[in-house]
């Protein structure tokens, strides 16, 4: 690593890869000889146009995107999708939502503003420790549309499987897991994530849609919210996020070079296995994700009491690790281990843990 940077477990922001920092510092004053930086060229350039499409193609072969999909790139962070999701796709007026933790139920609580929304399945009488079993799901056959959240970035939970709705379209917010491994786009309808878990920096927001949901908005949608109008102007209607856009580019490009998302899943499950391997010999540290739903994005855990929670994260600090402090709404350890993080960060934060139980676990 770089020279005074640490290994940075934060859940969002978080850390990018050292080469695209590089890349961006190597190209700030002066973008492949525009003689100006990409912050200060017009969105209608046609340096900037390369650097929008080429983004687009990357994350299109990437993901391997189908030709009936269009790729959106946004603004308003991944909240924002919250409320543009019912606005855009809540024509018949139900839909059912999966809740598994603190994003889900924000957009629960959105989309109940237009329209009859429906609770299909809900882990928080369990502190949002699962992710709820097929069978589970109480799904209704004419709703417009499923939501899940695929990655729960505050409770370490991700889904392992993909509900079958019978036909009816799954929506979901792959904000803290999109990019860590390769995915079947065709079984969804939309997927959409905010940039600066996995992709990217702030500013960006990805959606991905299926052609045909697109058009039956709700009459009083902002058409700043419309996914039509985005679709049909290539995200260009007004300014797009420039900068984070770029960034994106340059991040797709890297893990291109990586090997793709079959190399990106290689090296998460690697990590992730060491973290919760680990864990899981420890009688010391306590996690709560239900084993066969853990995040391979989010690890989370406690040690046996809250002030030697603190002092994990703050000793943490000073071994050369930030953001170890859980989310507010749960406190605890967490974690993030996205696409950037390397192998040797974790390697870190074990050898960390391993002192840490020793001289605090009084065995
Ligand atoms: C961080 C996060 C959000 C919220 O993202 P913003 O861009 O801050 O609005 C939504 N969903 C998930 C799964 C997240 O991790």
Known sequence: MADKRIYNFSAGPSMLPEEVLRTASQQMLNYKDSGMSVMEMSHRSST??????????????????????KVLFLQGGASTQFAAIPMNLLHSGCADYIITGHFAKKAYEEATKYGAI???????????????????????PDADYVYLCHNNTIY?????????????????????????????????????????????????????VREDLLGNTLARTPTMLNYKVMADKDSMYNT????????LGLVLEWIKKQGGLAAMQ??????????????????FYITTAKKEDRSLMNVTFTTPSKELDALFVSESIRAGMSNLKGHRAVG????????????????????????????????
């Open 156 to 208: 370490g939970t991700e889904w392992n499987y993909v509900p079958e709705t019978n036909g009816v379209p799954i929506v979901a917010d792959m904000s803290s897991d999109i990019l860590s491994k390769p995915i079947d786009v065709s079984k969804y309808g939309l997927i959409y994530a905010g940039a600066q878990k996995n992709m990217g920096i702030a500013g960006v927001t990805v959606v991905i």
């Open 332 to 363: 605890g350890i967490r974690a993030s281990i996205y696409n950037a993080m390397p192998i040797e960060g974790v390697e870190h934060l074990i050898e960390f843990m391993r002192a840490f139980e020793a001289t605090n676990g009084g065995k």
């Open 118 to 140: 429906h609770v299909a399945a809900s882990s928080e009488e369990d502190k949002f420790s699962y992710i709820p079993k097929q069978d589970q799901l109480d799904l209704h």
């Open 48 to 69: 900037y146009d390369a650097i929008i499409k080429d983004a687009q193609r990357r994350l299109r072969e990437l993901l391997q995107i189908p030709d009936n999909y």
């Open 266 to 283: 290689e090296r998460n499950e690697k990590k992730a296995k060491l973290l919760y391997d680990y864990l899981d010999q420890s009688d």
């Open 240 to 247: 797009p996020p420039t900068y984070a856009i770029y960034i």
